[in-house]
Nanobody, 118 residues
Framework: QVRLVESGGGLVQAGGSLSLSCAALGSISSITTMGWYRQPPGKQQRELVAVIIENGSTTYADSVRGRFTISRDIGKNTVYLQMNSLKPEDTAVYYC???????????WGQGTQVTVSS
């Protein structure tokens, strides 16, 4: 059984920084993507924040590009999100996601609240 454990998040003033981490407990093989999504208050859908694929390339949402950085530690099956220059509109529950197309698995973290005050 695989479980993703998130840490980090919290309350910060606009312009501040936060770091999130997500560790996979259990064995995951052939990871295709590791990423972060968020669900802002009042919205039903989770939106992509950043993703890193198996060859190391990254993709960011336009709204966070240049401010957020995604990274990973393959040996630890851990993905990180460094968030700088935070804005009130970054307020959301952030979820990590690890996906393997080869094994057909798709795991989600429990979510962590990020609140940015103006």
């Amino acid at each position: 059984q695989v479980r993703l454990v998130e840490s980090g998040g919290g309350l910060v003033q606009a312009g501040g920084s936060l770091s999130l981490s997500c560790a996979a407990l259990g064995s995951i093989s052939s990871i295709t993507t590791m990423g972060w999504y968020r669900q802002p208050p009042g919205k039903q859908q989770r939106e992509l924040v950043a993703v890193i694929i198996e060859n190391g390339s990254t993709t960011y949402a336009d709204s966070v590009r240049g401010r957020f950085t995604i990274s990973r530690d393959i040996g630890k099956n851990t993905v990180y999100l460094q968030m700088n220059s935070l804005k009130p509109e970054d307020t959301a529950v952030y979820y990590c996601n690890i996906r393997s197309l080869r094994s057909g698995t798709n795991y989600w973290g429990q979510g962590t609240q990020v609140t940015v005050s103006s």
